[in-house]
């Protein structure tokens, strides 16, 4: 009886250990996934990516106006500042723009930061395309460093009409490269 006993334990034991694997494993391959699920269905206002060439063949629609709103934030923890340099601007659809925005590291060792955009409202997020923007890389700030980052954009003039204003939403998110150097090497306390 106690040989099935431990046997049953030890059964127990490796589902356990095979479920929590997984889990694991799922937790990695979800932001992947989710990110792909965004730009197919076009939730969370992932917008498009254009060449410049491309760009330059887009229809100007000089009988409308759109107004571009900028919202920023870090996620907390993050040692930045991070703004955009106008808040709101006014643009006609197809006429390739160019905004900045400003991030300052206030922390004393070097911090790399993934920024995640989005627009809303939602269904104006496939008419958004951007040919240069910062999130389409990390970005690394040394300490105490400020970088201006501009970001190149041309809104589709196939944009429907009662959409007259967008918001363009960026959030910086701290990377594991980051997280990663500071657990292995502490240089300062955190703020």
């Known amino acids: 009886m106690e040989a099935t006993r431990q046997e049953a334990n030890r059964r127990t034991a490796v589902k356990l250990l095979v479920a929590t694997c997984l889990m694991f494993g799922f937790g990695f391959a979800l932001v992947p996934l989710y990110s792909v699920f965004c730009e197919i269905t076009g939730i969370n206002g992932k917008t498009g990516r254009l060449s410049v ?72 997020a496939r008419y958004f395309n951007k040919t240069e923007c910062f999130c389409f890389t990390q970005q690394s700030l040394g300490p105490g460093e400020t970088r201006k980052m501009p970001v190149r954009f041309v809104v589709d003039p196939k944009l429907p009409e009662r959409v007259e204003v967008l918001t363009l939403a960026y959030t910086f998110f701290e990377s594991l490269e980051t997280a990663e150097v500071e657990v292995d090497n502490p240089r300062s306390p955190r703020s």
């Open 53 to 124: 060439a491309q760009a330059a063949q887009v229809r100007v629609d000089l009988n409308r106006t759109i107004t571009i709103e900028f919202v920023t934030s870090v996620n907390a923890g993050m040692p930045w500042e991070f703004r955009p340099l106008v808040r709101k601007i006014t643009v006609h659809p197809g006429v390739a723009t160019t905004v900045e925005f400003e991030a300052k590291n206030y922390a004393q060792y070097p911090v790399t930061g993934t920024a995640v955009p989005s627009v809303a409202p939602n269904e104006a």
